[in-house]
C-alpha cells in the first residue's frame, strides 16, 4: 500500500522560510512526477509546483521565484524550499505522485502538512 509521509510545515513569520518534506513508501510502480499541492480555508486545492523523473519543474505563478520543488529518486522523496513566504501562502500543503508523466500528479496524495504566515 503507498503511503506519502509529509513533514517540515509549521509557522513562520513573513519573508521567512520553510522546508517541506514528503517520502513515499510502498509503491511497486516507478515514480513519474511529484508534486505539492495547498488549499487555503475557503478555497480550492491549487497546484504549486510538479517535478517529473527528468528532473523537469512547473510552478504557480503565484510561487515562481520564491519555492523551489526537487526531489531524491533513491528515496523516493520529494521536497519543496519555500522562501520569502507571505501571509497568502497560508494553507495545508499535500504531497502527491503519479505513475505517468504528468504536471498534475494525483494517484496518491499525502495526508497534508499546516503551512501558517504571520504578518
Known amino acids: 500500500q503507498v503511503q506519502l509521509v509529509e513533514s517540515g510545515g509549521g509557522l513562520v513569520q513573513t519573508g521567512g522560510s520553510l522546508r517541506l518534506s514528503c517520502a513515499a513508501s510502498?509503491?511497486?510502480?516507478?515514480?513519474?512526477?511529484m508534486g505539492w499541492y495547498r488549499q487555503a480555508p475557503g478555497k480550492q486545492r491549487e497546484l504549486v509546483a510538479v517535478?517529473?523523473?527528468?528532473?523537469?519543474?512547473n510552478y504557480a505563478d503565484s510561487v515562481k521565484g520564491r519555492f523551489t520543488i526537487s526531489r531524491d529518486n533513491a528515496k523516493n522523496t520529494v521536497y519543496l524550499q519555500m522562501n520569502s513566504l507571505k501571509p497568502e501562502d497560508t494553507a495545508v500543503y499535500y504531497c502527491?505522485?503519479?505513475?505517468?508523466?504528468?504536471?498534475?500528479?494525483?494517484?496518491?496524495w499525502g495526508q497534508g502538512t499546516q503551512v501558517t504566515v504571520s504578518s
Open positions: 502527491a505522485i503519479d505513475k505517468y508523466t504528468t504536471f498534475v500528479p494525483d494517484d496518491y
Open positions: 510502498g509503491s511497486s510502480f516507478s515514480i513519474n512526477a
Open positions: 517535478i517529473i523523473r527528468s528532473g523537469r519543474t
